[in-house]
């Protein structure tokens, strides 16, 4: 598969400024009671509710960069979100504990080539880091532009956080 | 309404189906006969959606628990509403309601 390359600036800021106003999503963001913010016109963080295990309910928080967006998905990480940053021996603790097969998170994975939002990979064909590892999505897997949306990548990390694949949070 | 009057109230013939697809988070709604299957109101859910079936699509309740629909594909909606999965009536009105997700596939671990 060929590595992605990132997309015009001005193409990429217009891409996220036309998701952020498409009413589907705007009102799905609402109904699953996302917390969607800019960072800037190329960066967001959403805020997630895991499902409730033990009678605790947990808060994430993922950072998405849009730099290759909308013809690659957007970077998607666990951050602090204090800092909105992951700092590999400090920010652990902010990260869920996902192994969906359709979505899972390596706190480090080990990157074959240089990868500039690593060291984290949130694995799915949603997220750009699936196509600079060593992954091959189907067909029906693979990221499409105009199909898939900033809104895919969300819903894809919110899924897992509410499925049994969920296991609670990482512990530092 | 008393719960005696409930139980006079004629068994309804259709339910009005919402269906989400949660990777374009696009909706369509339509209506069912209580008679057919699980299946048959997902094949015509995907003709509503101009969506085709995917290998790895995945079904599930739209209201939490999101219950998998899988065991019931095969099973008549009036059996949904037999075991009040799924299926309910709509606050302030006797029509019934089946609202049910298509999580389509994604690529992820070691795939």
């Given at each position: 598969?060929?590595?992605?390359?990132?997309?015009?600036?001005a193409?990429?800021?217009?891409?996220?400024?036309?998701?952020?106003?498409?009413?589907?999503w705007?009102?799905?963001?609402?109904?699953?009671g996302w917390?969607l913010?800019?960072?800037?016109?190329?960066?967001?963080?959403?805020v997630?509710?895991?499902?409730?295990?033990?009678?605790?309910?947990?808060?994430?928080t993922?950072?998405?960069?849009?730099d290759?967006y909308?013809?690659?998905?957007?970077?998607?990480?666990?951050?602090?979100?204090?800092?909105?940053?992951?700092?590999?021996n400090?920010?652990?603790?902010?990260?869920?504990?996902?192994?969906?097969?359709?979505?899972q998170?390596?706190?480090?994975?080990n990157w074959?080539?240089?990868?500039?939002?690593?060291?984290?990979l949130?694995?799915?064909?949603m997220?750009?880091?699936?196509?600079?590892?060593?992954?091959?999505?189907?067909?029906?897997?693979?990221?499409?532009?105009?199909r898939?949306?900033?809104?895919?990548?969300?819903h894809?990390?919110h899924?897992a956080?509410h499925s049994?694949?969920?296991?609670?949070?990482?512990?530092? | 309404?008393s719960?005696?009057d409930?139980?006079?109230?004629?068994?309804?013939?259709?339910?009005r189906?919402?269906v989400h697809?949660?990777m374009?988070?696009?909706?369509?709604s339509?209506?069912?006969?209580?008679d057919?299957?699980?299946?048959?109101?997902?094949?015509?859910?995907?003709k509503?959606?101009?969506?085709?079936?995917?290998p790895?699509?995945q079904?599930?309740?739209?209201?939490?628990?999101?219950i998998?629909?899988s065991?019931?594909?095969?099973?008549?909606?009036?059996?949904?509403m037999?075991?009040?999965?799924?299926?309910?009536?709509?606050?302030?009105?006797?029509?019934l309601?089946?609202?049910?997700?298509?999580?389509?596939?994604?690529?992820?671990?070691?795939?």
């Amino acid at each position: 598969m060929t590595r992605p390359s990132p997309v015009n600036p001005a193409l990429a800021r217009a891409a996220v400024a036309s998701f952020l106003e498409m009413p589907e999503w705007r009102q799905k963001i609402i109904e699953y009671g996302w917390r969607l913010e800019s960072i800037d016109d190329l960066t967001l963080y959403a805020v997630l509710r895991a499902r409730p295990l033990n009678d605790r309910i947990e808060d994430y928080t993922v950072r998405l960069s849009c730099d290759y967006y909308p013809t690659h998905p957007p970077d998607a990480k666990f951050v602090n979100p204090q800092t909105l940053e992951y700092k590999l021996n400090k920010d652990l603790n902010h990260l869920p504990k996902l192994a969906a097969p359709y979505c899972q998170v390596h706190p480090v994975y080990n990157w074959d080539h240089p990868y500039r939002y690593g060291p984290q990979l949130v694995c799915s064909s949603m997220t750009l880091g699936y196509y600079f590892s060593n992954h091959s999505p189907t067909a029906d897997q693979v990221w499409e532009p105009g199909r898939h949306t900033i809104g895919s990548t969300i819903h894809t990390i919110h899924r897992a956080l509410h499925s049994t694949h969920y296991s609670g949070r990482y512990v530092q | 309404m008393s719960e005696k009057d409930d139980d006079k109230k004629p068994e309804p013939k259709e339910v009005r189906v919402t269906v989400h697809y949660t990777m374009t988070a696009r909706e369509k709604s339509f209506e069912a006969k209580v008679d057919e299957t699980v299946r048959q109101v997902i094949e015509e859910a995907y003709k509503k959606l101009e969506e085709r079936q995917r290998p790895g699509d995945q079904y599930f309740c739209h209201i939490e628990p999101r219950i998998d629909l899988s065991p019931y594909l095969d099973r008549t909606v009036r059996v949904l509403m037999s075991q009040k999965t799924c299926v309910h009536e709509q606050p302030h009105g006797n029509k019934l309601v089946f609202g049910f997700d298509i999580d389509a596939d994604t690529g992820g671990a070691g795939k």
